[in-house]
Nanobody, 119 residues
Framework: QVQLVESGGGLVQAGGSLRLSCAAS?????MAWFRQAPGKERDFVAV????????SYADSVKDRFTISRDNAKNTVYLQMNSLKPEDTAVYYC???????????????WGQGTQVTVAS
């Protein structure tokens, strides 16, 4: 069983930055970030392989967000720059065996951290 704990969310002005962290209780393979806005589906944001050599992003965050990881700390990060009000959501990290943008491919989920971007 893998436990994931996110942190780093908060309130920020449009154009600002935040860095989310997700600490895993043990070694994980593929790690990803998803987000869910009120009344909407949980959507893919970014994914990274264990060695960090492959990453993918949703079109809506490409060139603004960066996913990275520190395997010595079992932690994955999401650096979010140039934030927009439409980035407001609960952000979840997830762990799974497959490199995928599909939420049903992930076995383990964190509890989520709220990101609110004020206009």
């Amino acid at each position: 069983q893998v436990q994931l704990v996110e942190s780093g969310g908060g309130l920020v002005q449009a154009g600002g930055s935040l860095r989310l962290s997700c600490a895993a209780s043990t070694r994980t393979n593929i790690m990803a970030w998803f987000r869910q806005a009120p009344g909407k589906e949980r959507d893919f944001v970014a994914v990274i392989t264990y060695n960090g050599r492959s990453t993918s992003y949703a079109d809506s965050v490409k060139d603004r967000f960066t996913i990275s990881r520190d395997n010595a700390k079992n932690t994955v990060y999401l650096q979010m720059n140039s934030l927009k009000p439409e980035d407001t959501a609960v952000y979840y990290c997830a762990a799974g065996p497959y490199y995928s943008t599909l939420k049903n491919q992930y076995n383990y989920w964190g509890q989520g951290t709220q990101v609110t971007v004020a206009s």
